[in-house]
């Protein structure tokens, strides 16, 4: 079922049960107040019908008789009975007419008073006694034609008005959905029509603040990562091919000029040296693109372990004292928490490891070794990490794209380096579900503030 | 020590700009000043009413207090305090005094509109910090920096 369908169906129902719920209301209401009414007609006639039978006088007798047929009028099929009751109160059983429920007369003789109804016919019984006559009991009873024909009226106007209020209903419903609806339609035609080729179309945006200009917005943030996926495929096959072709060059023109000729040992070995460096230099960008590959396997293939951040960078800067030893990593752990379950990572320490150090390698080189300070910190839920180093920085319109495969800072193409270190990082971090954040400034410096979820077992 | 003002529309990412503030004034103690333009209502009842200190406090999301408090952890060597206030006039002379009262001279802002105020009747001050402060840096911020993982696609590397 469509969904402009469905609105139109649930609006219908919906509007219909309290349609239904109210005209039920009004006709209960209505019947009530019909039925009270005429009982309270039936009541004045049994009380005028009383006092003309307590009477002595005829001439009274006339009157009344007289106010009746003039006035009041004969009801439909109505019947008067008097019964007398006997001095001791009761009423003889002889003389009840036996179509009467017992309770009725039980109901007149305790109450004085009873109304009953039986199809469409309503009966009145009063007990009366003025002391003239002795107690007798009045039972009038008529059918109540103009009521019943009010009620009919009533239930047929209802009724009309309900099924033209739902054809009514249902054509608003089915307008009214299909405005509410068009929006959508018109989103999903346009992005129909977004193809590899046309990319660059947005959506027309919108300012509103309500759901449908949020899934606008929703669409074209979409399509803006998506542009910047296809930009960056791009850009990296490039990049990645330069990269390689490289050292490639480099080999081939070494082996071919060695060939060129007959040379001296000495020739050949340095050529050979040279064919080494190069092929040792594609040999680590053959492995870093190996080491980019495997962090793009889900969490499922790690060796998943719980690690103690500090612990992890202590053996860091162990590694690095040794790679680099001129290096100037100061380490505030001040801030340490007392439990230690804070500061516990659950996760590959071998990827852990590759990440942190590679930020903090990038820090050392790229600030020539110039001061780099890294603190830890922990808030209600995560392990605070914030390297900062006061070197070359990266320029900040270029800070969207450092996370990017190849991709190297205009600032430091003199600085050796392939560009993935912080990919790798990145995708590290991201698959501890941590959050990696860098904020950089040309010749100023570089803070880069990693946030991971500790453990939380207790 | 260094007084620093830097526009902020109570969200965490305007927080950024407090790491530019630590990367352009290094070896400085810092005094940074967080300004958000305020409209304040035009009734007699709300200009009597109006507290500052009320209404920064039902700007700031725990979130966003809690960022500052994280920040002010983080950085406590080089930042010594860290204000917000509400600048609630209309022209650059009544900028001029809160610049003033303030003792600022020089402040951070974002290139393009980076922060959005959205809270209500909060507005950028980045124009009028341009136009009154003696020195502005300004930081080309256009995007979030939370990168998602579907922007580094690696499954390109075997495309090579």
Redesign the interface.
């Known amino acids: 079922m469509r969904l402009r369908n469905k609105i139109t169906a649930i609006f219908i129902l919906l509007t219909g049960l309290l349609q239904t719920a109210v005209f039920i209301f009004i006709y209960y209401f209505a019947q009530q107040y019909t039925e009270n009414e005429f009982y309270l007609r039936l009541r004045q006639r049994a009380t005028i019908a009383a006092q003309a039978y307590s009477t002595q006088d005829e001439v009274d007798i006339d009157i009344y008789e007289d106010i009746r047929i003039r006035h009041l009028q004969t009801l439909p099929d109505e019947n008067e009975v008097i019964y007398e009751l006997s001095p001791d109160g009761t009423l003889p059983l002889s003389e009840i007419d036996h179509n009467l429920p017992e309770s009725f007369i039980n109901v007149i003789l305790s109450e004085e008073y009873a109304e009953f109804k039986r199809g469409s016919s309503y009966y009145t019984g009063l007990l009366y006694d003025d002391g003239k006559k002795g107690a007798f009991i009045v039972i009038l009873s008529a059918r109540d034609v103009y009521g019943a024909g009010k009620l009919e009226n009533l239930r047929n106007i209802l009724f009309g008005a309900f099924f033209i209020s739902l054809i009514f209903i249902s054509v608003l419903g089915q307008y009214y959905a299909t405005q509410a609806l068009s929006p959508i339609a018109r989103i999903t035609r346009k992005v129909n029509s977004i193809r590899a080729e046309n990319l660059y179309t947005r959506l027309d945006s919108v300012n509103a603040k309500d759901e449908l200009a949020e899934l606008t917005r929703t669409f074209n943030n979409m399509l803006d990562?998506l542009q910047?996926?296809f930009d960056?495929?791009n850009n990296?096959?490039n990049h990645?091919?330069h990269e390689?072709r490289n050292p490639l060059t480099a080999i081939l023109g070494q082996t071919e000029i060695a060939q060129a000729k007959e040379r001296s040992v000495e020739e050949y070995r340095n050529a050979l040296k040279k064919v080494e460096l190069e092929a040792s230099r594609l040999d680590t960008l053959v492995n870093g693109?190996l080491k980019?590959?495997k962090?793009?396997f889900d969490s499922k293939g790690l060796v998943v372990d719980i690690i103690r951040v500090d612990q992890i960078i202590i053996e860091i800067m162990e590694d690095l004292d040794i790679a680099i030893p001129e290096n100037k990593v100061k380490l505030y752990f001040e801030?340490l928490p007392e439990d230690e379950r804070q500061l516990t990572v659950s996760g590959s320490e071998t990827l852990l490891k590759v990440a942190l150090s590679n930020i903090l390698e990038n820090a050392c080189k790229f600030s020539n070794n110039k001061g780099v300070t890294l603190?830890i910190?922990t808030?209600d839920s995560h392990i605070?990490l914030?390297i900062?180093d006061?070197g070359v920085?990266i320029p900040?319109?270029e800070?969207?794209n450092i996370?990017?495969?190849f991709y190297r800072g205009s600032n430091v193409r003199n600085v050796e380096g392939f560009g993935f270190g912080l990919?790798l990082a990145?995708?590290i971090i991201?698959l501890h579900n941590g959050?990696?954040?860098?904020?950089?400034?040309v010749n100023?410096?570089?803070?880069v503030?990693i946030k991971l979820p500790y453990m939380t077992i207790s | 020590m260094k007084r620093v003002l830097i526009p902020t529309d109570f969200t965490i990412k305007s927080l950024?700009l407090l790491?530019?503030a630590?990367?352009?004034y290094?070896k400085e103690q810092l005094a940074i000043v967080l300004v958000s333009g305020y409209r304040i209502k035009e009734s007699l009842w709300d200009m009597r009413n109006f507290s500052e200190q009320r209404e920064i406090n039902k700007l700031c999301s725990e979130e966003f207090t809690?960022s500052k408090r994280?920040f002010l952890?983080?950085?406590r060597d080089v930042i010594d305090r860290l204000n917000i206030h509400l600048f609630s006039g209309h022209n650059m002379f009544a900028f001029k005094n809160f610049l003033k009262q303030n003792d600022i001279k020089e402040g951070i802002i974002t290139e393009s509109q980076f922060l959005s105020y959205e809270q209500p009747n909060t507005f950028d001050p980045s124009h009028l910090m341009k136009s009154c402060l003696e020195k502005t840096i300004e930081?080309?911020?256009?995007?979030d920096?939370?990168?998602?993982?579907?922007?580094?696609?690696?499954?390109?590397?075997?495309?090579?």
């Not at chain 1, 959050?435 to 400034?441: A, L, M």
């Open positions: 990562r910047i996926s960056l495929q990296f096959i990645a091919s390689l693109l980019l590959a962090t793009d801030d603190k910190l808030d605070l914030t900062r006061e920085g900040t319109d800070l969207k996370f990017e495969p990919p990145y995708r991201t959050e990696i954040r860098v904020s950089s400034q100023k410096g570089t803070i503030k | 950024q790491d530019y630590i990367l352009n290094p809690k994280t952890r983080e950085h930081i080309p911020l256009t995007t920096k939370s990168y998602n993982r579907s922007q580094v696609s690696v499954s390109t590397i075997y495309n090579l």
